[in-house]
Protein backbone atom coordinates (compact mmCIF):
# COMPACT_ATOMS: atom_id res chain seq x y z
CA UNK A 1 0.00 0.00 0.00
CA UNK A 2 1.37 3.76 -0.80
CA UNK A 3 1.58 5.64 1.82
CA UNK A 4 -0.39 8.50 2.21
CA UNK A 5 0.82 11.97 2.13
CA UNK A 6 -0.87 15.05 3.63
CA UNK A 7 0.24 17.87 2.46
CA UNK A 8 -0.48 20.77 4.50
CA UNK A 9 -2.46 24.12 2.84
CA UNK A 10 0.27 26.65 2.02
CA UNK A 11 -1.01 30.19 2.79
CA UNK A 12 -1.08 32.18 0.07
CA UNK A 13 2.04 34.77 0.39
CA UNK A 14 1.01 38.60 1.48
CA UNK A 15 1.01 41.38 -1.09
CA UNK A 16 3.25 44.24 -1.26
CA UNK A 17 0.74 46.66 0.05
CA UNK A 18 -0.62 43.98 3.20
CA UNK A 19 2.99 44.04 4.25
CA UNK A 20 3.30 47.56 4.10
CA UNK A 21 0.01 47.93 5.74
CA UNK A 22 1.20 45.29 8.72
CA UNK A 23 4.31 47.54 9.13
CA UNK A 24 2.59 50.87 9.09
CA UNK A 25 0.30 49.65 11.83
CA UNK A 26 3.40 48.24 13.83
CA UNK A 27 4.95 51.09 13.98
CA UNK A 28 2.37 53.45 15.07
CA UNK A 29 1.98 50.85 17.71
CA UNK A 30 5.38 51.06 18.93
CA UNK A 31 5.17 54.80 18.61
CA UNK A 32 1.92 55.27 20.72
CA UNK A 33 3.97 52.47 23.56
CA UNK A 34 6.55 55.04 23.69
CA UNK A 35 4.59 58.04 23.73
CA UNK A 36 2.73 56.12 26.51
CA UNK A 37 5.39 55.31 28.21
CA UNK A 38 7.14 59.27 27.89
CA UNK A 39 3.79 60.68 29.54
CA UNK A 40 3.59 58.18 32.69
CA UNK A 41 6.76 59.21 33.71
CA UNK A 42 6.25 62.66 33.67
CA UNK A 43 3.08 61.92 35.28
CA UNK A 44 4.98 60.06 38.34
CA UNK A 45 7.12 63.09 38.06
CA UNK A 46 4.30 65.47 38.51
CA UNK A 47 3.18 63.49 41.26
CA UNK A 48 5.89 63.27 43.11
CA UNK A 49 6.96 66.64 42.77
CA UNK A 50 3.40 68.09 44.03
CA UNK A 51 3.81 66.81 47.67
CA UNK A 52 6.79 69.07 48.05
CA UNK A 53 6.04 72.72 50.49
CA UNK A 54 6.86 75.09 47.62
CA UNK A 55 4.02 72.82 45.01
CA UNK A 56 0.91 75.51 44.74
CA UNK A 57 -1.67 73.48 42.62
CA UNK A 58 -3.32 75.50 39.65
CA UNK A 59 -6.12 74.19 40.48
CA UNK A 60 -6.63 76.15 44.08
CA UNK A 61 -10.15 78.21 44.15
CA UNK A 62 -7.82 80.93 43.28
CA UNK A 63 -5.95 79.44 40.61
CA UNK A 64 -6.38 79.48 36.70
CA UNK A 65 -7.65 75.96 36.62
CA UNK A 66 -10.59 76.39 39.09
CA UNK A 67 -12.53 78.12 36.30
CA UNK A 68 -11.39 75.38 33.48
CA UNK A 69 -14.24 76.37 30.79
CA UNK A 70 -11.43 77.12 28.26
CA UNK A 71 -10.10 73.69 28.59
CA UNK A 72 -13.50 72.39 28.33
CA UNK A 73 -14.13 73.83 24.94
CA UNK A 74 -10.78 72.03 23.68
CA UNK A 75 -11.28 68.90 24.79
CA UNK A 76 -14.97 69.23 23.41
CA UNK A 77 -12.76 70.08 19.66
CA UNK A 78 -10.91 67.30 20.53
CA UNK A 79 -13.52 64.58 20.99
CA UNK A 80 -14.99 66.34 17.85
CA UNK A 81 -12.07 65.37 15.71
CA UNK A 82 -11.42 61.87 17.30
CA UNK A 83 -15.38 61.15 16.09
CA UNK A 84 -15.37 62.67 12.38
CA UNK A 85 -12.09 60.62 11.74
CA UNK A 86 -13.74 57.66 13.43
CA UNK A 87 -16.43 58.45 10.77
CA UNK A 88 -14.41 59.07 8.26
CA UNK A 89 -13.08 55.52 8.38
CA UNK A 90 -16.19 53.89 8.19
CA UNK A 91 -17.36 55.97 5.02
CA UNK A 92 -14.24 54.99 2.96
CA UNK A 93 -15.88 51.67 2.14
CA UNK A 94 -19.02 53.04 0.99
CA UNK A 95 -19.43 53.89 -2.37
CA UNK A 96 -17.72 57.07 -3.44
CA UNK A 97 -16.43 56.36 -0.15
CA UNK A 98 -19.28 58.32 1.50
CA UNK A 99 -19.09 61.47 3.42
CA UNK A 100 -15.06 60.31 4.41
CA UNK A 101 -13.77 63.96 2.72
CA UNK A 102 -16.09 66.07 4.84
CA UNK A 103 -15.68 63.90 8.18
CA UNK A 104 -11.70 64.17 7.16
CA UNK A 105 -11.86 67.96 6.79
CA UNK A 106 -14.05 68.13 9.96
CA UNK A 107 -10.92 66.21 12.31
CA UNK A 108 -8.30 68.54 10.84
CA UNK A 109 -10.44 71.74 11.98
CA UNK A 110 -11.47 70.93 15.25
CA UNK A 111 -7.78 69.86 15.83
CA UNK A 112 -6.49 73.13 14.50
CA UNK A 113 -8.74 74.62 16.79
CA UNK A 114 -7.95 72.70 19.55
CA UNK A 115 -4.70 73.64 19.24
CA UNK A 116 -5.39 76.82 19.03
CA UNK A 117 -7.40 76.85 21.82
CA UNK A 118 -4.73 75.44 24.16
CA UNK A 119 -2.24 78.40 22.80
CA UNK A 120 -5.03 80.77 24.00
CA UNK A 121 -5.00 79.49 27.24
CA UNK A 122 -1.51 79.21 27.51
CA UNK A 123 -1.51 83.07 26.43
CA UNK A 124 -4.30 83.45 29.18
CA UNK A 125 -1.85 82.01 31.52
CA UNK A 126 1.47 84.30 31.18
CA UNK A 127 -0.62 87.29 30.85
CA UNK A 128 -2.05 86.97 34.67
CA UNK A 129 1.85 86.24 35.54
CA UNK A 130 1.87 82.16 35.97
CA UNK A 131 4.90 81.40 34.11
CA UNK A 132 7.22 78.43 34.28
CA UNK A 133 9.46 79.55 35.88
CA UNK A 134 7.63 80.97 39.05
CA UNK A 135 5.95 77.75 40.06
CA UNK A 136 6.24 74.43 39.59
CA UNK A 137 2.93 73.64 39.09
CA UNK A 138 2.81 75.96 35.81
CA UNK A 139 6.39 74.26 34.41
CA UNK A 140 4.81 70.90 34.58
CA UNK A 141 1.59 72.43 32.85
CA UNK A 142 3.25 73.88 30.13
CA UNK A 143 5.42 71.22 29.82
CA UNK A 144 2.39 68.19 29.95
CA UNK A 145 0.58 70.34 27.79
CA UNK A 146 2.97 71.13 25.54
CA UNK A 147 4.08 67.87 24.54
CA UNK A 148 0.33 66.70 23.65
CA UNK A 149 0.02 69.35 21.46
CA UNK A 150 3.38 68.83 19.63
CA UNK A 151 2.52 65.15 19.08
CA UNK A 152 -1.38 66.45 17.69
CA UNK A 153 0.99 68.82 15.95
CA UNK A 154 2.87 66.36 13.98
CA UNK A 155 0.18 64.04 13.35
CA UNK A 156 -1.12 67.17 11.56
CA UNK A 157 1.23 66.02 9.09
CA UNK A 158 -0.25 62.56 8.85
CA UNK A 159 -3.75 63.91 8.28
CA UNK A 160 -2.49 66.18 5.57
CA UNK A 161 -1.36 63.02 3.70
CA UNK A 162 -4.83 60.92 4.41
CA UNK A 163 -6.52 64.14 2.78
CA UNK A 164 -4.22 64.32 -0.37
CA UNK A 165 -4.56 60.17 -0.54
CA UNK A 166 -8.21 60.52 -0.37
CA UNK A 167 -8.35 63.27 -3.30
CA UNK A 168 -6.42 60.84 -5.50
CA UNK A 169 -8.97 58.63 -5.05
CA UNK A 170 -11.51 61.32 -7.38
CA UNK A 171 -9.03 61.06 -10.09
CA UNK A 172 -7.64 57.58 -9.88
CA UNK A 173 -10.54 54.80 -9.01
CA UNK A 174 -8.35 52.03 -8.85
CA UNK A 175 -7.92 49.71 -5.92
CA UNK A 176 -4.28 50.60 -5.14
CA UNK A 177 -5.34 54.30 -4.06
CA UNK A 178 -8.31 53.28 -2.32
CA UNK A 179 -5.91 50.84 -0.25
CA UNK A 180 -3.52 53.75 0.59
CA UNK A 181 -6.61 56.04 1.14
CA UNK A 182 -8.38 53.76 3.77
CA UNK A 183 -4.81 53.47 5.92
CA UNK A 184 -3.94 56.46 6.00
CA UNK A 185 -7.08 57.48 7.52
CA UNK A 186 -6.91 54.04 9.76
CA UNK A 187 -3.77 55.57 11.25
CA UNK A 188 -5.19 59.06 11.60
CA UNK A 189 -8.24 57.33 13.90
CA UNK A 190 -5.82 55.39 15.88
CA UNK A 191 -3.91 57.94 16.85
CA UNK A 192 -6.01 60.43 17.21
CA UNK A 193 -8.54 58.00 19.52
CA UNK A 194 -4.73 57.32 21.55
CA UNK A 195 -4.13 61.26 21.62
CA UNK A 196 -7.78 61.92 23.40
CA UNK A 197 -7.30 59.45 26.13
CA UNK A 198 -4.33 60.79 26.56
CA UNK A 199 -5.31 64.33 26.80
CA UNK A 200 -8.22 63.06 29.00
CA UNK A 201 -6.16 61.53 31.56
CA UNK A 202 -3.81 65.00 31.50
CA UNK A 203 -6.46 67.26 31.88
CA UNK A 204 -8.64 65.13 34.79
CA UNK A 205 -4.81 65.38 36.79
CA UNK A 206 -4.12 69.04 36.03
CA UNK A 207 -7.33 70.08 37.43
CA UNK A 208 -7.78 67.92 40.79
CA UNK A 209 -7.09 68.62 43.92
CA UNK A 210 -4.10 68.45 45.60
CA UNK A 211 -6.06 66.41 48.12
CA UNK A 212 -6.20 63.82 44.83
CA UNK A 213 -2.45 64.44 44.48
CA UNK A 214 -1.70 63.19 47.70
CA UNK A 215 -4.21 60.18 47.55
CA UNK A 216 -2.18 59.09 44.40
CA UNK A 217 0.99 59.52 45.79
CA UNK A 218 0.33 57.46 48.94
CA UNK A 219 -1.22 54.90 46.61
CA UNK A 220 1.85 54.60 44.47
CA UNK A 221 4.22 55.00 47.87
CA UNK A 222 5.61 58.25 46.69
CA UNK A 223 3.94 60.39 50.12
CA UNK A 224 3.93 60.32 53.52
Known sequence: MLA????????????????RSASAKTGLHL?????????FLFLLSYILRSQVSDWEALSEPWQPLAQTGQLWINS?????????????????????????REFLWLAGLSSFGFLVGQL??????????YLASTNPANAFFFLLTGLHGLHLFGGMFA??????????????LDSKSISLAKLSVELCATYWHFLLVIWILLFALLSSSPGTYAAIAKFCGLGD
Do not use: C, H
Open 31 to 39: LMAAISSMF
Open 76 to 100: ALLLVASIAFELARRNIDRPQQGNS
Open 120 to 129: VFWQYLTDRG
Open 4 to 19: QTTLAPVAAPRSRFQR
Open 159 to 172: WMVATYRLSVVDKN
